[in-house]
């Protein structure tokens, strides 16, 4: 069988890229770590003092270094400028002359103030992608606010649906908004870079945290939208079909899915009640929905009869989707998720042996690689700037003058 990401030798899908990224700690990085895994040129650069915020997260931290900030800078380079100074932005314009993207996650009216706003930059470069990625977009009364993770997911409507009924409001267990802000950043670039390669044009791109997090409401702004109800938290249990949720055992939780009629047949065949099939309270998806509760707790008296893989046996073979709640790191040592090379082990020059999780997409042709682990702060500041023109004492100038830093100095 062929490995999954072969061979080095096979040119990268987004090799001749070049993407400047100013954006720090989840979204930006996020979206940089795609591009860079499909072999974008991306160029971190960081501020001084102290670079991404994200290198600040110490706990957990391996060898003195933060395993967050590690997780999503994998495949990138790193420069450490002053962007306050007028050389450390004559910087900054040299690296965007011939730059395809920018990333960058201020909040609005920042970037202006440094003269490096999009109107600015794409005077210099007409065929720039410039993307920001924000709190809540750069238009409406709330433009001008931060954003958040968390207070995004509370302003979208997500916090409302997430928990148990009758509980208190709760955020969902991952950064939803930072992360999905960050594909959907990734996706707009790669749509504007195919445009830019028909017509040599760049744009700006856009999205932002309420955005990344109200794309997650497709089900229940259909309720909503339908209906004029506002769904409130279910728990485990789907929104829309039952019986769809978790539910105990003797030993632990599984997931059973119900999707369908043919599914919720096998189900109660499988847990020995045929009668339920015909029965009216359950017979029908909206009769199950309407029972839900009912259906849950005569389920879940069953179910607690035995241990967790004699069901998961038994569902498997009756052809009932279902499976296990496992732990986080259940989740990461089980031979699918490393068949699926979800899991990367990299060697960092300080942290040693560190592992990050891999690319979610595979591809045949041009899969991701995984060439380099996330950079010291200033790595690689002195070969860019040489890169970009710069000779020795011009880089020694502007090291010894505070604009940059290179990864001697942070030692």
Request: glycine share 10%.
């Amino acid at each position: 069988m062929e490995e999954l990401n072969s061979s080095s030798s096979v040119k990268d899908a987004l090799a001749g890229m070049r993407v400047i990224e100013l954006a720090q700690i989840m979204a930006g990085p996020t979206c940089g770590m795609m591009l860079a895994d499909l072999g974008a040129d991306v160029i971190k650069v960081e501020k001084l003092e102290g670079g991404d915020d994200a290198r600040q997260y110490r706990d957990p931290q391996v060898n003195g270094v933060s395993m967050p900030f590690l997780m999503l800078n994998r495949n990138k380079r790193a420069i450490a400028l002053d962007l306050k100074r007028p050389e450390g932005k004559a910087v900054l314009m040299r690296l965007l002359r011939d730059a395809d993207v920018i990333t960058e996650n201020f909040r609005k009216g920042t970037m202006e103030k440094l003269g490096l706003g999009y109107e600015d930059l794409r005077k210099e470069n007409p065929g720039l992608i410039y993307c920001s990625v924000s709190g809540y977009g750069s238009t409406g009364p709330y433009a001008d606010k931060g954003g958040f993770d968390l207070i995004a997911q509370g302003f979208s409507g997500l916090m409302s649906i997430t928990g148990e009924p009758g509980g208190p409001p709760l955020r969902t267990g991952n950064s939803v908004a930072d992360i999905n802000a960050g594909l959907l950043a990734a996706f707009g670039i790669l749509a504007a870079y195919q445009h830019k390669q028909r017509t040599g044009q760049g744009q700006r791109v856009e999205t932002s945290l309420l955005e990344a997090s109200l794309q997650q409401l497709y089900w229940h702004a259909a309720i909503y939208f339908g209906s004029g109800v506002s769904p409130g938290p279910t728990g485990s249990a789907h929104v829309l079909t039952a019986p769809y949720q978790a539910y105990p055992t003797a030993t632990s939780w599984i997931i059973i899915g119900g999707a369908n009629e043919k599914n919720w047949t096998r189900i109660a065949q499988t847990l020995g009640q045929p009668q339920w099939i015909e029965d009216p309270r359950f017979a029908r998806n909206s009769d199950r929905m309407a029972n839900r509760e009912e259906l849950t707790r005569l389920i879940s008296e069953i179910l607690l009869r035995r241990p967790a893989q004699d069901w998961l046996d038994d569902l498997d073979r009756a052809g009932v989707p279902a499976g296990p709640v496992h732990s986080v790191g259940e989740a990461l040592s089980h031979p699918q998720t490393l068949a699926r090379e979800m899991v990367v082990e990299q060697q960092h020059p300080q942290a040693g042996p560190i592992r990050t999780l891999g690319m979610p997409v595979k591809f045949s042709a041009t899969p991701a690689r995984y060439h380099r682990a996330a950079p010291r702060l200033g790595e690689d500041t002195r070969a860019i700037l040489a890169e970009y023109g710069y000779d020795d004492r011009s880089i020694q100038a502007l090291v010894d003058g505070g604009v940059v830093r290179d990864a001697a100095q942070v030692q």
